[in-house]
């Protein structure tokens, strides 16, 4: 089943309704796409597994930067948390010069 490393968006179970009123269950699966963003405190391209409207979020709240250190620990994978970390690491260096 496809996650999004960033926000922990998956498939959601729902209800199909007739006509009739007959319920049929489905999945629907978030689009999640394997994709190359640019981290520019890092300065390096980072791999992620990432929903379609996480990355329009993304754009909205300033880049990937700070959308990763606005994001809470549930919704992000390991890789994730790793790629934040690094991150933190980065900027704490840099303020103390």
Same mark, same amino acid.
């Given at each position: 089943?496809?996650?999004?490393?960033?926000?922990?968006?998956?498939?959601?179970?729902? /209800? *199909?309704?007739?006509?009739?009123? #007959?319920? $049929?269950?489905? !999945?629907?699966?978030?689009?999640?796409?394997?994709?190359?963003?640019?981290?520019?405190?890092? /300065? *390096?391209?980072?791999?992620?597994? #990432?929903? $379609?409207?996480? !990355?329009?979020?993304?754009?909205?709240?300033?880049?990937?930067?700070?959308?990763?250190?606005?994001?809470?620990?549930?919704?992000?994978?390991?890789?994730?948390?790793?790629?934040?970390?690094?991150?933190?690491?980065?900027?704490?260096?840099?303020?103390?010069?």
């Amino acid at each position: 089943m496809s996650r999004c490393e960033l926000t922990g968006k998956g498939p959601v179970v729902k /209800n *199909l309704v007739s006509h009739s009123n #007959i319920k $049929t269950k489905s !999945i629907a699966q978030p689009n999640v796409q394997r994709k190359r963003i640019f981290s520019k405190t890092l /300065n *390096l391209m980072v791999r992620l597994y #990432i929903a $379609t409207s996480t !990355i329009r979020d993304m754009e909205h709240s300033g880049g990937f930067d700070a959308f990763i250190m606005n994001q809470g620990d549930d919704g992000l994978s390991k890789r994730a948390l790793d790629v934040r970390n690094r991150i933190r690491r980065k900027m704490n260096t840099k303020k103390k010069k």
